[in-house]
């Protein structure tokens, strides 16, 4: 099993940045998915959620209306649109496939887990 994250790095206030979590190894397209954030010398911070489908999402009210999720079942890739990033954006993220499969904001039980992309927002 393997997550591998990318597309992270360092943008300025109100710029984008768009994750991609690429999977391999497990049944992508019936795990729900989750991004989860880790801010230096903070505990882990969860961000969003999607369904198998990607017809359900969930997002934290920190990022509701600026990050959207979504994922390719045939590329078994997730994604994470950021828009309007702000400095308290800045992080390591991570996407992860919760346990049993079943989305579970702010639960922190994974069964897979990726290294992490980093995240900088700064002027």
């Known amino acids: 099993v393997q997550l591998v994250e990318s597309g992270g790095g360092m943008v300025q206030p109100g710029g984008s940045l768009k994750l991609s979590c690429a999977a391999s190894?497990?049944?992508?397209?019936?795990?729900?998915m989750e991004w989860v954030r880790q801010a230096p010398g903070k505990g882990p911070e969860w961000v969003s959620a999607?369904?198998?489908?990607?017809?359900?999402?969930y997002y934290a009210d920190s990022v509701k209306g600026r990050f959207t999720i979504s994922r390719d079942n045939a590329k078994k890739t997730l994604y994470l649109q950021m828009d309007s990033l702000k400095p308290q954006d800045t992080g390591l993220y991570f996407c992860?496939?919760?346990?049993?499969?079943?989305?579970?904001?702010?639960?922190?039980?994974?069964?897979?887990w990726g290294q992490g992309t980093q995240v900088t927002v700064s002027s």
């Open positions: 999607i369904s198998g489908s990607g017809a359900v999402t």
């Open positions: 992860a496939g919760p346990k049993g499969g079943t989305a579970r904001p702010d639960n922190f039980e994974y069964d897979y």
């Open positions: 190894g497990f049944s992508f397209d019936v795990y729900d």
